[in-house]
């Protein structure tokens, strides 16, 4: 296993995607280079040998899963309810919380092992609803993973809850005022990159077809 500075990787507020599952598999990022434009990890997959196969699967899950809202990430100051962060990186505290709470069975360092069980000590901070879809006895979400559409439609539900709102009853539009629609559009379109302005409207359409939103 190499040496890595823990603190320096878990401490921070946010990672790139490739940082945290070369991480998970107990490999330094610094061993890896940089683009010239400070912002892209030039992984060579061969480099990592045997853990190649862990680590693309690994990049699969965290890239499916980090628009996925988990209820157990929304008090924490930021926006949203899933890991991810802007320009393919990761919020550092809730993917450790993700890792400890989905249980992805994925064998860790015994130092992030360590830092995730100190982390949890923190009982607010891994309040679960019991009302949560991904935490509903029964239903195992490891065995498949959301569609787009899917991933759309539930974070804009997870969105007006957030605001205080109830899906089935969203405020009557008024004259001169902005929409709750609009509101939640523009959020979205300035921090996620999971909707195009066309996306969003045609995910808001399908919520009102299907009775989700009224």
Do not use: C
Not at 121 to 138: F, R, W
Not at 181 to 208: C, E, P, V
């Amino acid at each position: 296993m190499e040496k890595i500075d823990w603190d320096y990787w878990l401490k921070r507020k946010s990672l790139f995607e490739i940082e945290v599952a070369l991480l998970t598999l107990g490999l330094d990022p610094e061993n890896h280079q940089i683009d010239y434009l400070g912002d892209h990890y030039l992984v060579d997959i061969s480099a990592l040998k045997s853990m190649q196969k862990d680590y693309i699967k690994r990049m699969t899950f965290i890239k499916d899963y980090r628009f996925t809202p988990y209820e157990y990430m929304v008090n924490d100051g930021e926006w949203g309810d899933y890991f991810s962060a802007n320009n393919g990186k990761v919020l550092v505290k809730r993917f450790l919380l993700w890792l400890k709470n989905e249980d992805m069975g994925w064998t860790l360092p015994k130092e992030l092992q360590a830092y995730i069980e100190k982390l949890n000590n923190n009982p607010k901070a891994l309040e679960v609803k019991a009302n949560s879809p991904e935490v509903i006895k029964g239903e195992n979400i490891l065995n498949r993973v959301q569609s787009k559409q899917e991933q759309q439609d539930t974070a804009i539900l997870s969105r007006i809850k957030l605001l205080g709102h109830d899906p089935l009853s969203l405020p009557k539009e008024k004259s001169g005022k902005r929409t709750i629609k609009a509101d939640i559009r523009n959020y979205f379109l300035g921090n996620s990159q999971m909707f195009t302005y066309h996306a969003f409207d045609n995910a808001w359409k399908r919520l009102k077809e299907e009775g989700k939103i009224n």
